[in-house]
């Protein structure tokens, strides 16, 4: 089970930071991520996470130098930094776990991923 929090309605140019807790789940040597959806159009990946060993993390081009992945595997948490909001930010953000996916190359396609929560709102006006 994943569960976002953190979602809001806030300014252009303030932050937000979603959490997801990942619960029932392989949580280590996992592929975590973020992604948002606005209506009308596809859910896109917006930034990915390795859970185990390394730090690696893949960033959409939109979001890259604004938001940053990180996690906290004594919480078995995941978060995204939002800095700099824009207005084209806003959308229902998902995050997501891709537990069947093996080393460390998470990508952001959202086709790869298979356990989803219920997505939490961010407005930015």
């Known amino acids: 089970q994943l569960v976002e929090s953190g979602g809001g309605s806030v300014q252009a140019g303030e932050s937000l930071r979603l959490s997801c807790v990942v619960s029932?789940?392989?949580?280590?040597?996992?592929?975590l991520g973020w992604f948002r959806q606005t209506t009308g159009r596809e859910r896109e990946g917006v930034a990915t996470?390795?859970?185990?060993?390394?730090?690696?993390?893949y960033y959409a081009r939109s979001v890259k130098g604004r938001f940053t992945i990180s996690r906290d595997n004594t919480k078995n948490t995941i978060y995204l930094q939002m800095n700099s909001l824009e207005s084209e930010d806003t959308a229902v953000y998902y995050c997501?776990?891709?537990?069947?996916?093996?080393?460390?190359?998470?990508?952001?396609?959202?086709?790869?991923?298979?356990?989803w929560g219920q997505g939490t709102q961010v407005t930015v006006s």
């Open positions: 029932g789940l392989t949580y280590n040597a996992n592929c």
């Open positions: 997501a776990s891709a537990p069947q996916l093996r080393g460390d190359s998470c990508p952001l396609g959202a086709e790869a991923y298979r356990i």
């Open positions: 996470i390795y859970t185990a060993g390394g730090h690696k993390t």
